[in-house]
Structure formats: C-alpha cells, structure tokens
C-alpha cells in the first residue's frame, strides 16, 4: 500500500516548489541565480526608461517649478545691485533732500525679499508636488506589478526584497527628486553663467576654464562608475538584511522557542556588516570624488591664476579684466560640490531604480487575456459550471513533467474528492483549475471557456480556492471575510460566517466581527482562522469551489460543522476537495486517485471502498486511525 | 491598520536626539574631529580669495614674476590642502556613521528577537522593519550632516553677529531685531512638523505592513482575484502618505519663506537706515558696505537653518520610533527561587496555573485559569479541547512564550520562572500548529532543535517524522527551503517541524496537534515511531482526534480555560459528554450502539462503533 496523499495543500506544494528547484546551482547557497543574487536582469537602458516614463507627465510641471527657481534666485541676487544703488545714487540724493532713491530702494528691497519667500514656498511646494506624485506612481507600480505576478515568483523573490524595492529603493529616488532638481538647476546655471562670464572677459582664461571641464568630466565618469557598482551592492545588501529582519519577526514563536536568538544574531550581524561595508564604501566613493574635483578645480584655478598673471605682466592683459577672472574663478568651481551630490543621489536612485526595473521587467506568467470573453450565461438559478481539463499536460519550464496528458470531465454541481500520494499532482490539478499556473499543453476550460481568456473578475466568479494556510490580513475579522466580495454587506459576511459555524466563536470576540485580528482580544486559533478562510470563499459564491486541505486545522465537530454546511453550500456548485481526511472525501460524489499524474481510480466513494484498490486500503488505514 | 502612536508626554527634539548618545559615543571623537575639519576647511576657503587679492594688488601690479609664481605656488597648496580637508572630513565620518547605523539595527534585531511573543502579536513586523531601515537611514544621515552642519552654521551666525555688532551696533540691532519672531516661528513649526513627520513615519510602516502580507497572502489575493482591489488599497494608503507629505512640504516652504524673506527684511531696512547715516555723515560708506556684504554671508547659514530644523525633527521623530520599541522591556530573565515553594513531584506539573493576555482587558475573563495537571516522567498527555479553549495557550506556557500570570509550572520540580529560558527551552522542545520554517537549508531548519545534533540523530528524527522524502531533494538535506518554507507542501512541513522537536531528544516535548496535515497513512507510520519517542520523554500533546490522542497515556479535556476532565481515552468517552462530542462530532454523548444518522456511503460505515466518528 503506497498510496499516501499527504501532499499538499499548498500552491506551491513539494512537487512544484522543488522540482522548480532542480536547476539551482549546487550547494546550499547557490550562487549564479538572479533570485538569489537579488539580481534580476533589466533590459538595457530599463533604468532610464522607468525615470522618464516616471518624470515625463510631470514636464509642464518640472517647467513651472524650474522657472519658479530661476526667478527666485534672480530675485535674491538683486540684493548687491540695489546696496550698490542706494551707495551710489541713494546718499547724494538724500543729501539733496531727494528721497526718492531710497524710497525705491527700500521699496525694491521689500518687493525681493518678499518676492523671494514667496518663490521659494512656490518652488518648495510644486517640487513636493512633483516628488510625490512620482513616488506615488512608482509605489503603486511596483505593487500593482507584483500582484500580478504569479505565485512560484513570489516564493523565490521573498517578501523582503519587495518590501526593499517597495521602501529603501523607493525612498533613494525620493532623495534624488527632493534634491536633484534644486541641485541639478543651481549647478546648471552657475556653471554657464560663470563659463559664459569668463569667455567673454579673457578668451584664454575662458578656454583654460572650459578644457578643466575635461578632466572633470572623467572625474565624474570614474565616480559614477565607482558609485554605481558601490550602490547597487548597497542596495542588495539591504534588501538581504530586510529579508533576514522579516522572516525572523514574522517566525518569532520558532525562533524563541528553539533559541535561535544567538545564532539569528550572527547570521543578521553577517548580513548587517555586511550592509555597512556597502553603505561605508559608498560614502566613500564620494569623498573620493570630492577629493578628487577639488584637486582638479583648485589647480585649475592656480593655473589660470598664472597665465594671466603672466599675460598681464606682458602687458596683454588688463589688470582689471585678471581681478575680476579671478573672483568669478572661485565661484565656477563652487557648483561641483553640489555636482557631486546630485550625482551621488543619482547613482543611489539608479540603483535602486535598475531593481526596480528588473522587478517589473518580470512578466507574468499567468497573464490577463487582452480581450477576456465571458462566461456564457448559467442555464438555471444555480452557480455551478462544468470543468473539463482537455488534455492538459503540466511541466515546469525547467523540464521535470508532472502531469502527463490527461482528460477528466467534471459535471456541472458534482463533488469530485482527490486523493493521491506525494507527488501525484493532486495539487497541480487544483492549481491549474485555479488558474495559480497555465498548462504547458491542452486547455482546462470552464464551461466551454478557456480559463485563459476569462478576465480576473470573471476567472473568480467562476473559481475559488481554499488553502491550508488560512492568512488573516491586518484588519478586522469582516474585512477578512469580505475579500471574498468586498462589496458585501454585514449581513452576508455574518450570512456566510453563520452558514460555516464560524458566526459564534467571532461573535465572541470583544469587537465581534469589528476586531481588529492584531489588536487586543484578536488572537484567533489556526482553526478558526481556517473557518474564516471558508466564509471567505463561500461569500465569493463562485462556480467552482476548490478546497485545498482546508480543514486540516479544525477539531471533529469543527470539521462535522463545515461538512454539514458543505451539503447546502456545495448545493448548486462543482466541487473539487483535496483532503487528507477521508471524512471530507465522503461528501463527494466521486473520487479520484491519482499517482504519478494520473488517475488510477475513479468512482463513487462507495463504490471504491467496497472494492479492493487503493482507496479502499486507504479508507481501511483511517477507520482504524479513528478508533 | 494598527497605529502605535507614541504617548506624547511634553517631548523635545533635543532630548530625543540626545538619546543617540550612547550610539554616537564610540565615534565621538571622529565626529568632534570631523566638524572641526570642516570648519578648517571652510576657513581655508576664506583665505583663497584673500590670496588672490594679494596676487593682484600685489606682484600682478608690480609686474612681479617671482611673486606671481610664489602666489600660484600658494595658491595650489591651499587648494590642495582644501581639497585634502574636505576628503577627510567626509573619510572621518563614513565608516563610523555607517557602523552606527548597523549597530543600531543589529541592537534593534536583537531587541525585538526577545521580546515577549505577545508584543510580536500586536506589531505588525513591517512597523518594525521600517524602524530597522528608513528610520535608521535617516539617523545615519542626520548624523553625517545636518548635525555638523547645525553647530557649524550656529558657530558662523554668532561670530557674524559679533563682527556685525563690531562693526555697527544700531544697523546690528536692526538685523538682530527679526530674531525672536523668527524663534517662536521655528519653534512653532517644530512642534507642528514634528507631529506630521511622525505621522509619515508611521504611514510608511503601514505601507510596509501592506506591501508584506500582500506577498504572504498572496495565494488569497490570487485565489479570490483581489489583487486589483488590493492594489486599490494600496494606492489609498500611498495617497494618504502622499498627502502627508504634501502637508510636510507645505510647512517647510512656509518657514523657509519665513526664514528667507524675514531676515532679507531686515537687511533691507539696514540699507535704508545705514544709507541715511551715510548721508547724515554718522557713518563712512566703507563701513556700510563692509556690514552688508557680512550680512549678505550670513544668509545661506540663517536660510538652512529651516531645513536642518525639519531634518533634526524628522531624526527625532524617527529616534522616537526607535526608542519606542527599544524601550519595551525585554522579557524577565530568571526569577529568584521563591522560599518555601513547596516542591513538587517529578515531572512536568501545572498548578493553579492562569493566564491572561498581558493586553486584555482588564475585566475580561481570563483565557485559562486553576489550571492542574501533573505528567508523570515519561508519560504523555494529550490535550483536547474545542477550538479557542485555549490549547494552544497553555501549550505556550510550557516554554514560556507567554508568561503565567497565576500559580506555576514545574519541570522535575523546578518552577520554570526560576529557570533561564535558554536552558528552559533546550529542556522543553516544541512542534507548533502553524510548522514556520526558515528560508535556510532543511538540514539546518531540522537541526535547529538541537545544535549539536550529529548526522545519525537528524536521520532519526527525520525518520521518526517520517521525513524521508528529505532524501529525495535535489541536494538532499541542503536544499534550500524557500521563505517560510513555502515551497514545501504543508505536510511536509509539518512532518520537517516535528523532526526539529524530536532531533535533540529533548526531555520535555510539546507538540500541538502535530500531525494535522499528514495522510492517513503517513499519520500511522509518525504515531509508531513517535510513540518510541514519547516513551522516553514526558509530552504534552495537543490532539484535535482519536488517532492523535492515542499517542497519549492519558488525556485532559480543557474547557473554558479549565481542565474539566482528566482520565484515559476510553473513561473519557464513556463518562465525558463533552469530550466524546469532541472526538466523535456526535450531537450528544456516546451511546454506545446508537446509529448515527446514516452516510451515503452506507454499508462500511455502519460496521465501525459510532463514536468513532465517520458518520455524518
């Protein structure tokens, strides 16, 4: 006797999760793999794409603010002018008895001091305004992108890495754009307006200004280089200390209790040192750079300082045109510093970016039809749909086969109960019905309808599936329950809890359905966590209900209780029931086995049991559990 | 979304930001050094233009080859050692700031592995993970500038006030006068800022929180097509964060308009007067110009001041955050042995033990309460219960994930709040409902339960949970499980968890409802050869069915947070309504003989004893 059927319950169950597994790299770190690298591949240019594709509907406003900049900054560099009028023009006038000078002074004096607070909270507001909508935009992206994709990524890319694509990564753009703009723009304008300057009062100290530019501009290749490559290991090694933060949190109860505690500590130190090596070396390319561009200005400086000392010694040169070089000079160099710190917010958000590029570079495999068809319209008053896996073969893109071709036909409204051993596709078979996976050959339909040309919407009235790990989501109890229909009201979420058996055990909690599940009074036991996972899926109301293991958790007369209710909720409904627990097989009206794939046995439930194949022996083993 | 505000007891910025200390202290004097540099740096700054005045009054004027070469020579000296000064500055403080950063974290990480499992049930772990990260981040970077910068730009305001009253005292007042609408202004907008950038704060652990469970949930997000819906969600949560923001944004450009236009302002009406006094003659026009140009040098330092004030507030709010969770007392250690204890039997003992989630409501009643049991050396125990009668609690006691709040447990006569925990739980071994793994190798996920634990011993365990199908991984016992485990069916899972609790042989073993997930026949296989376990060890099992219970020698029903019944299986059926309602689902007591109402599947049904629970 062979036959067990412990597989499972999960989507992802064992024959998927390491089968999938095969092409990994030896050893127990494996290395080479994008998962685990924390590398996924962008297309080229990706990175730059994703920030223009970001900026690009924020042009218009990027203009305003650029412009709100520009006046401000004239408006604050009036101030010298109107001192040198008041000096010049002002005294003689007063002296005449003529105060109107200094009434305009003081005038233009109030106009630009306050002109220029005004513009700046312009400026610092439509800047925000920008920053945030584009932060918006690329939050929402990634989430909506990695929602949509499928499950077997979601196991490998872990919900650290997004949280770091979603937080960390998101936030280095944040710096670029609170910064960037302001930064890029002042340095933009100075380094222009002083080239433009000095070109126009000495050629040659002009030229020498602008050939400094080349080696700084090497400079700044070197450095954003250096910087990237510094950055992006930054990056991963966030997302790696996050990954490690969150598990551990989320595992709490097993880490105390095997007092893990010690030796988490040392593996998050590695993590964590390791993080602060990155974060160390890209702090440092930047004094690098600073280091570095000073040199090249200050000697720039020196240089030019020279020649035209040695040109004004010569004669060829204007004592005053040298004085007035000079103290532009200083100030050409003064923008590199701020040169260099866009650029450092700008390699750190490419980084980031360049993930995030690669995340959403990902695409589904389980994707949305681009013109979804509808289910026809049900013959009677009942939900339920015929299932029919027309030869459906199922491999994983690595190669290991899991489903050979097979063909089962599943009348609208029957009750089919799995069974099978580890391994036998049990889980596969519901994961294609639930559309969790696409099958490499052949089409399961859903009265007559490709599952693949159903929209979502449609998909999940037809289907729904209950898993084993029953996740309560941040909320309350009655939120739970409405993702099975969010636009439910009160009385159907209570409708369904009651159909379940779960209305009593909420009911007691200190807010009833209103309980938030984190907060006080809102521990809720793995059964009942699984009852609420069933209300779920009964509010959904779909075709086809596939229950996955589901109550697995519950005790005798919890269980009693959903079968009970699986007679009027199944009513009207196709079925699929992969259980452990014979008790629920003989709910169906059938029964498969499966091994290998393939079914081996298919009959009425007792019909099989009164035969001698392998549900019959299996039926035999759990009677005698049961005493 | 769970919110911890922070009490807001009369808090400060300062006093906040003070509390980094202990942080900072290691790398005080590489800071102190680092700020001192950057004002040397910013005074080698100064005298480059007044070297370049020299050159050209001076050997440009005269014609001077050799003092033009000395003034360039100068020049490049003072450039390079700039250049030099301001590498270091950024050199001093990059690896240090970089380490308090991490050891922060790795404090944090350390923190919050011991804290109480109750404080884990109410934090979301995405709150607490954007503590660990952007919090942090922003410390690190508080640290690294707009601290220096702070003192630095403080230092060049009063120096310039000094040199501005030197120069003029009434034009010094006219410019000292916008001072004290421009502190109440500041301090004003910190305690508003200070508000929104905590909430902000907050809404990215929210969003974090989110971003999480819709990765852990995403089978249900899938299965019920929601991730539309919950994308909405999202974009409402990111919308709020948005507008936080927004309103951040707004404060900080009304007091950087402030702070720009005020002390322009008074620049302004200094020209004025100062241009009168000039006129009057009270004062030289050389002096005016020398006073203006030093305010107008003054201005970047007062103008930053709006933004080093919001970044401080934002770093304290974020300290705060830290502090938050820092501050939650870590769980007691050992308690003192109490004299006069009465010693107890061998064994594990529960007595008069009760509990009440520390987070109850305080008139609420308690989950369990006069709690007795006493499990003899090598027995085992089976607990049974109806859900949420407090099964999984009591279990919980036992390695004290939670705390007793009544009476004591006792293991060979030692009272386990006398006991270190980490010798506690290398005594006691659990197997949880829920069997977490971790995303390492399914050999070091097995070997967790005992870290010395040899090759032969985890090949035990593995068989004894019938694990076998460890072997059959591709690299064996150093596949690597993915996050949680979940690449693993449930079953496996569940079977891996028990080999963690039985690797290390542990002398007390806790196991709740080990084997909810197995088949029929792999349960068969586990029970024979955890019965040889259970031999050896004193257990306590928590058991939602007949064939689990008979693991156990003998069985305790809990209900309502009570041992109502201690006795074997069969007493218990016989003499229990309740318990043999439990095992056999039946709506009244088990009348031997009495038909059920009869299944579909009829005729094999009926040759099995009714309470033995098939019959629907």
Not at chain 1, 109 to 120: E, F, H, R, T
Not at chain 2, 121 to 145: C, E, K, N, V, Y
Not at chain 2, 262 to 276: F, N, R, W
Not at chain 2, 297 to 307: K, Q, T
Request: charged share 20%; aromatic share 6%; with cysteine.
């Amino acid at each position: 006797m062979t036959t067990t059927t412990d597989d499972a319950s999960l989507p992802a169950a064992e024959d998927d999760g390491l089968r999938k597994k095969r092409p990994a790299a030896p050893g127990p770190r494996p290395s080479g793999d994008p998962f685990d690298q924390d590398d996924l591949p962008a297309p080229p240019g990706a990175t730059l794409a994703l920030l223009f594709s970001l900026l690009a509907p924020m042009r218009g406003r990027v203009a305003v603010a650029a412009l709100l900049l520009v006046v401000q900054q004239v408006a604050m560099q009036a101030g010298p002018l109107l001192v040198a009028y008041a000096i010049d023009s002002g005294v003689p006038a007063f002296r005449d008895h003529d105060y109107g000078p200094l009434v305009a002074v003081a005038v233009g004096y109030a106009l630009c001091s306050v002109g220029a607070g005004v513009l700046q909270y312009g400026f610092i507001r439509a800047a925000a305004r920008i920053n945030q909508d584009v932060l918006l935009e690329l939050r929402g992206r990634i989430f909506r992108h990695a929602q949509a994709l499928s499950i077997d990524f979601h196991e490998r890319y872990t919900s650290g890495r997004l949280i770091s694509r979603s937080t960390t990564d998101v936030e280095s753009l944040r710096e670029l754009l609170s910064e960037g703009l302001q930064e890029l723009i002042g340095v933009v304008l100075s380094f222009v307006s002083i080239a433009v300057v000095l070109l126009w009062l000495d050629l040659g100290i002009g030229a020498i200004a602008t050939l400094s530019f080349v080696p700084l501009y090497l400079m700044v290749r070197m450095y954003r280089r250096r910087a990237s490559v510094a950055f992006t290991a930054r990056s991963t090694a966030i997302a790696a200390v996050i990954v490690k933060f969150a598990e551990t949190m989320n595992g709490i109860r097993p880490v105390q209790a095997f007092r893990r505690e010690r030796s988490n500590d040392a593996a998050f130190t590695a993590l964590n040192t390791r993080h602060e090596r990155a974060n160390g070396d890209a702090i440092l390319e930047m004094a690098r750079y600073v280091i570095g561009s000073r040199l090249i200005a200050n000697t720039a400086v020196a240089g030019m300082v020279l020649w035209g000392a040695y040109r004004v010694a010569e004669g060829t040169l204007a004592l005053g045109v040298l004085a007035a070089a000079v103290l532009y000079l200083r100030r050409l160099y003064d923008p590199i510093d701020r040169l260099g710190m866009f650029l450092n917010s700008y390699e750190s958000a490419a980084a980031s970016l360049t993930k995030i590029a690669g995340l959403l570079a990902q695409t589904p495999n389980v994707p949305e039809p681009g013109h979804p068809t509808e289910l026809p319209p049900r013959s009677g008053d009942l939900p339920d749909r015929e299932v029919v896996f027309d030869g459906v073969r199922f491999a994983y893109r690595t190669g290991g086969e899991v489903l050979p071709a097979f063909d089962l036909r599943i009348p609208a409204g029957s009750t089919v109960a799995v069974v099978g051993s580890t391994g036998a596709g049990k889980s596969t078979l519901a994961k294609l019905l639930a559309r969790f996976y696409d099958p490499t050959d052949g089409r399961v339909l859903l009265d007559g309808t490709d599952l693949r040309d159903l929209s979502t919407a449609e998909l999940r009235r037809g289907v729904v599936m209950v898993t084993q790990e029953a996740f309560l989501f941040s909320g309350t109890v009655a939120e739970n329950i409405a993702i099975g229909r969010p636009d439910a009201t009160r009385e159907e979420i209570e409708h369904a809890a009651k159909a379940i058996g779960a209305h009593d055990f909420i009911a007691a909690l200190p807010d009833g359905y209103d309980t938030d599940v984190r907060k006080r009074g809102g521990r809720i036991s793995a059964g009942q966590r699984q009852l609420v996972a069933f209300a779920r899926a009964l509010l959904a109301n779909p075709a086809v209900l596939i229950l996955d293991e589901a109550t697995s958790s519950l005790d005798i007369p919890g269980e009693r209780a959903v079968q009970r209710a699986m007679d009027t909720v199944l009513h009207g409904r196709t079925a699929v029931v992969i259980a452990h627990r014979l008790s629920t097989v003989e709910i169906a009206d059938r029964v498969l086995v499966m091994e290998h794939g393939r079914i081996v046995e298919d009959g009425a439930p007792a019909e099989l049991i009164g035969g001698t194949g392998r549900f019959a022996g299996l039926h035999r083993t759990w009677k005698e559990s049961l005493s | 979304m769970p919110k911890m505000p922070a009490e807001r007891t009369d808090r400060s910025a300062v006093r906040s930001l003070l509390r980094l200390w202990p942080y900072v202290r290691p790398v005080r004097v590489r800071l102190f050094t680092a700020a001192f540099v950057a004002i040397l740096a910013s005074c080698l700054g100064l005298v480059i233009p007044l070297v370049l005045k020299w050159m050209v009054d001076g050997p440009v004027a005269d014609r001077d080859p050799g003092g033009v070469w000395l003034g360039a020579l100068y020049l490049l000296l003072l450039g390079i050692a700039e250049a030099l000064l301001f590498g270091f500055r950024r050199w001093l403080v990059a690896r240090p700031l970089a380490g308090v950063e991490a050891a922060m974290r790795a404090d944090l990480f350390r923190h919050l592995q011991r804290l109480p499992v109750a404080f884990h049930d109410r934090w979301a772990s995405g709150q607490l993970l954007s503590r660990g990260t952007t919090d942090l981040m922003l410390l690190r970077m508080f640290l690294a500038f707009p601290l220096t910068f702070l003192v630095v730009n403080t230092a060049t305001i009063l120096v310039g006030f000094v040199l501005l009253f030197a120069q003029d005292w009434t034009l010094g007042l006219v410019l000292l006068a916008p001072a004290v609408p421009l502190i109440i202004l500041c301090s004003l907008f910190e305690t508003k800022y200070s508000v929104v950038a905590r909430r902000a704060q907050d809404q990215v652990g929210d969003l974090t929180t989110v971003v999480e469970e819709s990765v852990l949930g995403i089978r249900i997000v899938k299965g019920f097509g929601r991730h539309r819906s919950q994308a909405r969600a999202f974009k409402a949560m990111a919308h709020r964060l948005r507008d936080t923001e927004l309103g951040k944004a707004r404060l900080l450009a009304g007091i950087w308009a402030l702070i720009t236009a005020i002390p322009e302002l008074a620049i302004g009406a200094a020209l004025v007067l100062g241009t009168i006094q000039v006129a009057d003659g009270t004062l030289s026009a050389g002096t005016l110009v020398a006073f203006l140009s030093t305010a107008l040098a003054l201005r970047w330092p007062v103008e930053s001041i709006g933004f080093l004030l919001a970044m401080s507030q934002e770093s304290a709010t974020a300290t705060d955050r830290y502090f938050e969770v820092m501050d939650v007392a870590e769980e007691r250690g050992a308690a003192a042995v109490r004299e006069g204890a009465p010693a107890t039997a061998p064994g594990m003992v529960f007595e008069g033990v009760a509990f009440r989630y520390p987070d109850a409501a305080p008139d609420s009643p308690p989950v369990l309460s006069g709690i007795d049991l006493h499990i003899r050396p090598g027995e085992t125990l089976a607990l049974v219960g109806g859900t949420g009668s407090g099964k999984t609690t009591l279990t919980a006691l036992v390695p004290r994930l939670h705390e007793v709040t009544g009476g004591r447990i006792t293991l060979d006569g030692e009272d386990i709040a006398t006991m270190e925990r980490s010798r506690l739980r290398e005594l006691v071994s659990v197997a949880f409902e829920e069997p977490t793994l971790f995303s390492a190798t399914v050999g070091e996920n097995v070997t967790m339960g005992a870290a010395d634990a040899d090759e032969a011993q985890v090949r035990r365990a593995l068989s004894v949970a019938q694990a076998d199908f460890v072997h059959e991984l591709p690299q064996g016992l150093d596949t690597e499980v993915g996050e949680q485990g979940l690449s693993l069916s449930g079953g496996q899972r569940q079977r891996l968890a028990l080999a963690r609790a039985v690797v290390g042989e542990p002398r007390f073993l806790v196991l709740d409802d080990p084997l909810s997930a197995l088949d029929v026949h792999t349960e068969t296989l586990v029970e024979a050869a955890l019965r040889q376990v259970l031999a050896r060890t004193t257990a306590v099992v928590v058991a939602h069915r007949p064939s689990t219970v008979m693991l156990a020698d003998r069985v305790a029903l809990l209900s309502g947070g009570r041992i109502a019944a201690v006795g074997t299986h069969q007493e218990l059926l016989r003499d229990n309504a309740e318990y043999a309602w439990l095992m056999s689902g039946a709506e009244s007591g088990p009348a031997p003989g009495r038909k059920f109402p009869a299944a579909p599947t009829s005729a094999p049904v009926q040759q099995v004893p009714a309470e033995e629970g098939s019959a629907r």
